[in-house]
Structures are given as structure tokens and as C-alpha cells.
């Protein structure tokens, strides 16, 4: 999966003067599944709808599959897209929606029927052709908005936050139906979301993007244990922030002052930028609370108190006002039977490694 579908050079899109994507150079592979990745206003829907050709750029190359899709119409590139509200026509039944694109092909009767009834077969929706659009759910009706893209088998199928208005348990299942289809059919999926575990679930590679600019292209570990800033990293799961010095520092690492937690030593690939500026940060993960059982081997303690605490079930994240800083720590728990839940108040000891910490220099 090496080879590159699409690419795009240096592309600028302007709305009059809202500069809404600046400079994005970006290769997606075939057969993967990538994200665009971003708060609201970043610029990741303009840019799946500038590949889409639903916007013009204002300047910049965009190719697919080696051919310039610059003023090539939407309806003459080889991509299908699912939109958020799904576009079902509700008048339709749920065949004669998923049928729809083949009314101008030269297939016969009998062949769009065969398409159809595969296309449903694929996402799940057998013997729902003689539904009504209108009198199913909204997880059924995401399914025909994929087989309605999927059957015009497209080489990019483009979904703008598809998932967006279902409930979380049907959101789950579908985010590994779509993870499923995407390595059954075989093409390349570019999602569009704003919620950062839904694209770590789903994606091969993940774009994040801020301010109409790409921050980091990465795998999802990459992205989520190498940050390459700041920014990625407080947009991209939690993060804790405690201020540092930097006492010295050369290509080896840096020995570093961190408030809270003395001082460490860091190797090279824990420094992040090249900055004036020090920060270290620690996923809460990464952090333990004892309950009188020795720490991990190459883990150092600290003590604390509980300043608050949030149940999830599963997990139990755990506010801990630690000595030397005001800031206090985010720490999760995995929640075993029998396991003690540490209430307000509670003394703490916490268990931090620091090859866990990185530093960030802007």
C-alpha cells in the first residue's frame, strides 16, 4: 500500500478574504483508510470537499490516480461521497435509493437489480430492498448511503462525518462496520471527523488539522505517543502539562526541572520542537495509583491527594493535587473487581515513569 492515488500540492482555498486552506501538500495512499482530523472551522471538510470537486481552489494541484482534477466536475471524478445527513430520497424505497446513480448506465434491469441486491448483502441490508427510505433507522440509513457510493465503485469514497448523528453504542458498531467494509472492498476511504478516538479506531494514517494548515500526517500510534507539537498532542487524547527548565541539554537529551517531579533525564527522542520555551507532558495512562504495592520497575513515586474523581465504568479518572505545582494531575485507573475507588480527600501515591514524559520546546 505504497502507491499514491491522490495528491495534492500547495493548494489555497479563499473564500473572499477567509484564507480557509494554506499551502496543503498531502499524498493518500490506495486501499487505505485515512482521516482528516480537527476542530470545527480547521478547513478538513473543505478540503474533502475540494477532492470531491464540490469546491474550486483558488490555486494548487490536485491529482487522482495521476490525472489533474482541476476543473473536472464532481460528477466525472472517480470519487462518491456520503454526506452527513445521508441525502436519502424518502419517497424512494430503500433498492430504488441505492439504484439511483445506475439510472443513466447501460445496464439492463436485471443487472442494476443484481447490483443492488449486492450492494445491500455488502452493507448488511439483505432483504430490505422494498423498505421504505422514510420507515427505516438512522443506522440503516447510513448503510444505504454506503451501498448507494459503494455500487458506483468509485476509487475514493469520501465520508463527511457520516457517523455524526447516531447514538454511541450504534456509532461503535458502525465505526467497525465501515473498518470492515473498507478492507472488504478494497478502495481507499478518507473520513472527515472532529472526534479523535473515532479516527484513532478507524484510520491506517490520520491528517490533524488547525487553522486550514496540516499540523502532523502519522499511523495513529505515531500520532498519539509522538506528537509533533504541542497542539497535536492536547487535541489528540488527554494530556497533562507541567511546567520545566531545562538545566542542560545536548544531542544525547536534556536534564530537565519538571514542577512536581524533580528533575529527570530525557533522551533525544523525547524532545519535541526547538523552542525557548519548556513544558513536559504525560499521558494519564502513563501514571499509577498505588494501593501499597511496589511501583513498576523504573517507575518513581510521588505523593498526593485525591482532588476529584470520574467513574466511566470501565475506567476512573482521577484529579491529583500533587506538592511543588497548583496544577493537578489527570490520572486513569482501570477499574478491577474488588479494586478500591480512592474517594475526595484520599491520600495518594503515584507511580510515573519518565520514559513517559516528553518535552515539549516552542
Not at 95 to 121: D, H, I, K, P, Y
Not at 147 to 176: F, G, N, T, Y
Not at 206 to 226: C, K, N, S, W
Not at 299 to 314: L, P, Q
Request: some cysteine.
Amino acid at each position: 500500500m505504497t502507491d499514491r492515488l491522490i495528491s495534492l500540492r500547495s493548494v489555497e482555498k479563499y473564500y473572499e478574504s477567509y484564507h480557509a486552506l494554506r499551502g496543503i501538500s498531502l499524498d493518500i495512499r490506495s486501499g487505505e483508510f485515512f482521516s482528516l482530523l480537527g476542530p470545527s472551522g480547521c478547513g478538513k471538510t473543505t478540503l474533502l470537499r475540494a477532492i470531491a470537486g464540490f469546491e474550486t481552489l483558488s490555486s494548487g494541484e490536485l491529482l487522482i490516480d495521476g490525472t489533474d482534477m482541476v476543473g473536472v466536475p464532481a460528477n466525472r471524478r472517480p470519487t462518491n461521497m456520503v454526506f452527513q445527513s445521508y441525502a436519502i430520497f424518502p419517497h424512494l424505497s430503500v433498492a430504488e435509493n441505492v439504484g439511483f446513480g445506475l439510472r443513466r448506465t447501460s445496464q439492463t434491469q436485471a443487472e442494476r437489480m443484481r447490483a443492488v441486491c449486492a450492494a445491500l448483502e455488502m452493507v448488511g441490508l439483505e432483504g430490505f430492498g422494498g423498505r421504505a427510505a422514510h420507515a427505516i433507522s438512522g443506522g440503516q440509513r447510513q448503510r444505504v448511503a454506503l451501498a448507494r457510493a459503494l455500487i458506483l465503485e468509485p476509487k475514493v469514497l469520501l465520508l463527511d462525518e457520516p457517523l455524526s448523528a447516531l447514538d454511541k453504542k450504534m456509532r461503535e458498531q458502525m465505526q467497525a462496520e465501515l473498518r470492515r467494509l473498507q478492507r472488504q472492498v478494497g478502495i481507499t476511504f478518507i473520513l472527515v471527523t472532529h472526534d479523535q478516538e473515532e479516527a484513532l479506531i478507524m484510520s491506517d494514517r490520520i491528517a490533524i488539522m488547525f487553522d486550514g494548515e496540516i499540523a502532523q500526517v502519522d499511523p495513529p500510534a505515531t500520532l498519539y505517543h509522538r506528537p509533533a507539537s504541542r497542539r497535536v498532542a492536547e487535541f489528540v487524547g488527554m494530556m497533562n502539562f507541567l511546567p520545566a527548565e531545562i538545566k542542560a541539554q545536548d544531542d544525547q537529551g536534556a536534564t530537565v526541572d519538571v514542577a512536581g517531579l524533580g528533575q529527570v533525564k530525557l533522551s533525544d527522542d523525547q524532545i519535541i520542537g526547538n523552542g525557548p520555551g519548556a513544558e513536559i507532558g504525560v499521558r494519564p495512562e502513563t501514571m499509577s495509583l498505588l494501593s501499597g504495592e511496589a511501583p513498576p520497575d523504573g517507575s518513581r513515586v510521588m505523593s498526593g491527594k485525591v482532588d476529584d474523581r470520574a467513574y466511566y465504568g470501565d475506567m476512573s479518572f482521577y484529579q491529583v493535587a500533587i506538592e511543588g505545582t497548583d496544577q493537578t494531575l489527570t490520572v486513569s485507573m482501570k477499574n478491577v473487581m474488588g479494586g478500591e475507588l480512592l474517594n475526595p480527600g484520599a491520600p495518594a501515591s503515584v507511580a510515573w515513569d519518565p520514559r513517559a514524559l516528553l518535552l515539549f520546546r516552542a
